[in-house]
């Protein structure tokens, strides 16, 4: 019989923190723009919180992703740079072959250090230093995806008392990140992209983003 990769049950959705998240942090690689599509222009203009993302993408090419995805959010997009401080209501995507960290301030960095799981940026580096800064006050956000990378910065968000999202493997052009999230812990929700969204508009509604 074929080995299937061991998934957990849910979490029940924890208790939100008072005064709402202070970031949303999004990973994905293979398939990820295509949910990407979905998310990003759902978000309304008054989102009272930063966005960062990592996408998987070539080192040695520069990055398009800022614009394409402007003309269609809502939200000022750029490219992170190196100790910039991070503002609210805007959407930060990690340059090609660097690391993006939060760290204190908060402010946003960049590093060169070594690759995880074959990728500089790394998914893992973000979720985990994000969690670090916000502990229970950062919503995490796992696209498609074609490695594990993600499978251990999500645990850390979850840890830390965070929000878990991880976009539901059925929906996922590869399903093998989010598959292998899944098997390290539990999500509090397992949507696909389209739902994703709605339930960020609708904790945006509610106060929290």
């Known amino acids: 019989m074929p080995n ?19 970031a949303v942090v999004v990973g994905g690689s293979s398939g ?7 998310i990003l222009p759902a978000l309304p203009a008054s989102l009272r919180v930063p966005v960062l993302v990592v996408v998987h993408l070539p080192r040695d090419r520069p990055s398009l992703l800022a614009d394409i995805f402007r003309a269609r959010c809502r939200l000022p997009l750029r490219e992170a740079q190196d100790q910039e401080p991070l503002a ?9 072959d660097y690391h993006l960290l939060v760290d204190q301030g908060p402010r ?6 070594a690759l995880e799981h074959f990728s500089r940026p ?11 800064q916000y502990g229970e ?9 074609a490695n ?17 999202v991880v976009q ?21 929700h397992t949507l696909p992209p389209p739902d994703i969204a709605a339930l960020l508009l609708r904790l945006h509604q509610e106060g929290l983003l």
């Open 148 to 164: 594990e990378d993600g499978a251990r910065g999500m645990q850390a968000i979850a840890a830390s008392g965070g929000l878990a």
């Open 137 to 145: 006050r950062l919503l995490g956000v796992l696209l498609s995806g």
């Open 122 to 132: 790394s998914i893992d580096v973000l979720f985990e230093s994000a969690a670090d």
């Open 32 to 38: 990820g723009i295509d949910a990407l599509i979905h």
């Open 4 to 22: 299937t990769p061991r998934t957990t049950a849910p979490l029940a959705a924890p208790a939100h923190p008072t005064n709402g998240y202070d």
């Open 88 to 96: 609210a209501g805007t959407v930060y995507f990690a340059p090609p």
């Open 168 to 188: 539901d493997p059925a929906s996922a052009a590869v399903p093998t990140m989010p598959r292998a999230a899944l098997a390290r812990t539990a999500a509090h």
């Open 108 to 113: 946003l960095a960049l590093s060169v250090d």
